[in-house]
């Protein structure tokens, strides 16, 4: 199996103009799901003692399997929040795949950690961070939030330690109800205590909200405070400056979430939504959703990375010579401990098209959105429920029940149309757009909206 012989030229040649051929098409057909029977019955068994060849399982892959998953960078897959890659990118996913790099540490992989930390920096420069901030790509936001709010809470419980102070530890967090369903399940993971703050009328946390919540529940109770820098459902961004100046009062820990806003720092006609975020202790932002690197890349960014050293470096003998050295250990900042070097795609793509086709490209998003939004002010059977912050943008359909809301979007699936799900708010079923896909046009969304006349 190891050994570069002529069957496996041939493999390569054949995978090499798969990703390639994948790659030119522009749109990519959308697919859409099977059920288990229907793949059952065409992929037959496909793991056996004498295996089936490479050529006959990528052709299995590409003529049934690929099929059956929709296709996240279609212009019209405007569902949760997508992933639009850039082409630089996605080519540089098989060459971190095809280069044996343990990302882990400075001393297995210090070329592609300190490629790595230059993004980093890169976003820590955009959100404002100080120069000795720093941190770690990691999955995904999920984990993301439960890596910095671990840290928070080996921060907090430290500092109640050194104080001397025989009262119970902080076990709390508090966030408002738009936050990520992550950080309620960051909070089971960890045992800890979520406090749901009231948002103010434009659905935003705000510091003079979280005060009155602190008060109430006892400042000293809580660990951590979750500010969202675009929600998932709205894209709202909360009022970070005033929840960061109530945050540095108190002593608590001030966590933004960015995974899907963050982006919104490099585009100069919402930068100013995000004032405040340069107080953050920790702040993550998912390059996989609005900075165009493929699944999975999340960015950790802590404030103090000793604190995170702190909470999360592992430690045993068969690690000494890591953990005894002094250079940057990438996985010393998260839950986590072997990785891959998911990070080098994102900055691979920003060293080939420089920063500002990245503003230009986030840009272009936002401009759709705010043609989305004119299109369903313009249209007299559409309602949108609230300006859009960022790029998301959610509309009623005056007169329709959930169970419209669905048959359209089942029936757009199936047509392998468009890939745009209902959401709900206040228990009410609306339409949502999530716009992360710079090739998607005035003319995907007018299509789009025409179906709901
Ligand atoms: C998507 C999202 C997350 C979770 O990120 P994953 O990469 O899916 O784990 C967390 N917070 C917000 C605001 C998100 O939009």
Redesign the pocket.
């Known amino acids: 199996m190891h050994g570069f012989d002529a069957d496996t030229e041939a493999l390569g040649e054949a995978i090499l103009k798969y990703a390639e051929e994948r790659m030119r098409l522009h749109p990519v057909p959308l697919d859409g799901p099977k059920t288990l029977e229907e793949l059952q019955s065409v992929a037959g068994n496909t793991i056996t003692a004498e295996g089936m060849g490479g050529l006959a399982a990528l052709r299995l892959f590409g003529d049934e399997l690929a099929l059956a998953c929709l296709s996240n960078d279609h212009p019209r897959y405007l569902s949760f929040?997508p992933c639009a890659p850039t082409e630089a990118a996605v080519m540089f996913e098989m060459v971190v795949g095809a280069s044996g790099i343990y990302a882990g540490s400075w001393l297995e992989g210090a070329g592609a950690v300190f490629a790595e930390n230059v993004a980093l920096r890169w976003i820590a420069d955009l959100a404002g961070l100080p120069a000795e901030a720093g941190g770690v790509f990691v999955p995904?936001?999920?984990?993301g939030?439960l890596s910095a709010l671990v840290t928070a809470r080996w921060a907090a419980r430290a500092r109640h330690t050194a104080s001397g102070s025989t009262g119970p530890r902080p076990t709390k967090v508090a966030a408002q109800a738009g936050a990520?369903s992550?950080i309620r399940s960051a909070c089971d993971v960890m045992d800890a205590e979520l406090i749901g703050v009231g948002s103010d009328e434009h659905l935003r946390l705000t510091g003079d909200n979280l005060r009155a919540v602190l008060e109430a529940e006892g400042p000293g109770t809580f660990f951590a405070v979750v500010a969202?820098a675009?929600?998932?459902n709205f894209g709202i961004v909360d009022d970070l400056d005033s929840v960061a100046q109530v945050c540095h009062e108190y002593g608590i820990w001030f966590h933004v979430?960015g995974?899907?806003g963050g982006a919104g720092l490099a585009a100069p006609t919402v930068r100013h939504l995000f004032a405040g975020v340069e107080h953050a202790d920790s702040f993550i932002v998912?390059p996989?959703?609005w900075l165009f690197a493929p699944f999975?890349c999340?960015a950790l960014l802590y404030r103090e990375p000793a604190l995170a050293r702190g909470a999360h470096t592992q430690k045993a003998s068969y690690l000494d010579v890591l953990t005894d050295a002094s250079e940057w250990n990438p996985t010393d900042y998260s839950i986590g401990l072997t990785r891959r070097a998911r990070g080098l795609p994102l900055w691979f793509s920003l060293a080939t098209h420089g920063t500002k086709a990245y503003t230009a490209a986030i840009e272009r998003t936002l401009q759709v959105t705010r043609f989305a939004e004119a299109e369903i002010t313009r249209r007299p059977y559409l309602e949108a429920l609230r300006e859009a912050d960022l790029s998301v943008v959610v509309f009623r359909r005056k007169g329709w029940e959930p169970e419209d809301y669905h048959a359209w979007s089942d029936e757009m699936m199936r047509e392998e149309f468009a890939f745009v799900v209902p959401t709900s708010h206040e228990g009410e079923t609306v339409a949502r757009f999530a716009i992360v896909n710079p090739t998607t046009s005035e003319d995907d969304i007018t299509a789009i909206l025409d179906t709901m006349a």
């Open positions: 929040i995904g936001g999920t984990v939030n990520h992550s969202t675009g929600t998932t979430d995974a899907y998912d996989h959703k999975d999340c």
